[in-house]
């Protein structure tokens, strides 16, 4: 960038003009520049002076009346193709319900940390602190995108503090519920769902995205490497959502037994007319297309209330499988970290000492032997 004064005399009587030159326009090949004008040469250095120090500093944008909108849908859409559909529905939420209403039609340019903190004064009625802090995240997302494209200098969220999240609530079975809970599902098409989620603590899409592949009888194990999500009316089967979600996972003899139960009933069922399982899923529609999270967690809601059983969603069993490994069970949290998926475990239990299989063999077996001899009295 280069400036430069140069003297005209116009109808307002204003005498010296600033020119800043921009260079070439990369897409148009055009040279941009910018004008500014003033009735004294002494202005016109001064004005000249502080964009030479702004591009020293900070590096010179060109003004523009772009919003907030347009930049956050520009960004959106360079970064659509690498995203896993679950995540562009939330971003896609976190933009047109929570970013847009809010600072959307500000110009980028003119956005301040004080903007910002007026949205999150009104967020705080309607969303918890965790979805709050999902929000801010994405808006830091879109205006480091604006800094790349040079749309602003500088990010006014380097100003604003995230929102401390308190530690969510979820409610867990007792281990002698959880017998009960089996007990009612006996020789149901939810038995052998619950009897895996009980001895893995699988995310529900994870277990839904379970292929016949994913189960070694010989070394009593559950691989974990899909996962079912359901956007906008559609089913897309991708992988888990971290690198360490893809694990492997030690289960009981009798889950095994159990499945190879499942396996031989699954193959002599009669299937109708249309029939394609193509995924080779575990669970799955009478037309052997995947099942949905939200049709399976309302059967789930439904058998609970069925049977005259506490309410938790099915994600709380996930829960309880940690709880139970951990407080009863005996189970170090690192094994237990390992078997959730979860990319880390917190700092305080990172002292602890990570498991070995053999380790998590002796846990899972005596939550399978208790499960078993409860669920025979439940």
Not at 179 to 201: D, Q, R, Y
Request: include cysteine.
């Amino acid at each position: 960038m280069t400036t430069y004064i140069r003297k005209r005399n116009n109808k307002n009587g204003k005498a010296y003009q600033v020119v800043v030159d921009l260079g070439k326009d990369v897409t148009t090949g055009k040279r941009k520049r910018e004008f500014r004008s003033f009735s004294t040469l002494a202005e016109a250095k001064r004005y000249q002076a502080h964009c030479q120090g702004q591009l020293y500093v900070n590096g010179y944008v060109a003004k523009s009346n772009i919003t907030v909108q347009t930049v956050a849908d520009e960004w959106f859409a360079s970064v659509k193709a690498s995203l896993k559909p679950t995540s562009a529905r939330g971003y896609k939420v976190n933009i047109n319900n929570h970013i847009v209403p809010h600072i959307g039609s500000v110009p980028i340019q003119y956005l301040r940390s004080t903007a910002i903190k007026v949205m999150i004064a009104s967020l705080e009625k309607q969303l918890s602190a965790t979805s709050i802090k999902y929000v801010l995240r994405n808006l830091s997302q879109i205006l480091k995108y604006a800094e790349q494209q040079s749309y602003i200098v500088k990010n006014p969220m380097k100003y604003v503090p995230i929102p401390k999240s308190g530690k969510p609530k979820f409610l867990t079975y007792s281990v002698e519920e959880m017998a009960k809970l089996i007990k009612s599902v006996k020789g149901t098409a939810m038995e052998l769902p619950i009897l895996i989620e009980a001895e893995t603590g699988l995310r529900l899409g994870e277990l839904l995205g379970l292929s016949w592949d994913n189960i070694n009888l010989e070394k009593m194990t559950i691989t974990v490497n899909k996962t079912v999500s359901y956007v906008e009316g559609k089913i897309y089967i991708t992988s888990p959502k971290t690198t360490k979600s893809n694990r492997e996972i030690v289960v009981s003899a009798t889950l095994i037994e159990a499945i190879k139960s499942y396996k031989e009933k699954e193959e002599s069922t009669k299937r109708p007319k249309g029939y394609e399982n193509k995924n080779n899923l575990l669970f799955h529609k009478e037309n052997g297309q995947p099942l949905t999270n939200s049709s399976f967690s309302s059967k789930f809601a439904s058998t609970l209330k069925k049977n005259g059983l506490k309410h938790i969603r099915f994600h709380d069993l996930r829960h309880t499988h940690a709880s139970l490994l951990y407080n009863k069970y005996g189970m170090n949290i690192k094994s237990v970290s390992d078997r959730l998926g979860h990319s880390k475990v917190s700092t305080t239990m990172d002292y602890y000492v990570g498991g070995t299989g053999d380790i998590q063999k002796a846990g899972i077996e005596k939550l399978a032997k208790d499960l078993n001899s409860l669920e025979r009295t439940a």
